[in-house]
């Protein structure tokens, strides 16, 4: 059994930050990468970043220079900083983690976090 947990998401106003939070448990061997993906209504779920086991960090290009992933391997925790945010960035989102569990490596889902950014 694995839990996906996020926190963080809140409403705020265009231009502000805000932070999210997720954390990984349960019987998990290793984590492969830990990322975020969102989706807003009306539209399919897109990648934001993710951050694999090496370091490497990966962003959408709509988000470049504004979030910056992060993640804390000891916690199995990883971190969402998302500044000068716009309207368009809102959308319910999503962390995801790559993990080995029992021998196979699978793609577990938090439930998801809104995030609303107001014009």
């Known amino acids: 059994q694995v839990q996906v947990v996020e926190s963080g998401g809140g409403l705020v106003q265009a231009g502000g930050s805000l932070r999210l939070s997720c954390t990984v448990s349960?019987?998990?061997?290793?984590?492969?990468?830990m990322g975020w993906a969102r989706q807003a209504p009306g539209k399919q779920r897109e990648m934001v970043a993710d951050?694999?086991?090496?370091?490497?960090?990966i962003y959408a290009n709509s988000v470049k220079g504004r979030f910056t992933i992060s993640r804390d391997t000891a916690k199995n925790t990883v971190y969402l900083e998302m500044h000068s945010l716009k309207p368009e960035d809102t959308a319910v989102y999503y962390c995801?983690?790559?993990?080995?569990?029992?021998?196979?490596?699978?793609?577990?889902w938090g439930q998801g976090t809104q995030v609303t950014v107001s014009s």
């Open positions: 951050i694999f086991s090496i370091g490497r960090t």
């Open positions: 349960g019987s998990i061997v290793s984590i492969n990468s």
């Open positions: 995801q983690t790559t993990a080995v569990v029992a021998g196979s490596t699978k793609l577990y």
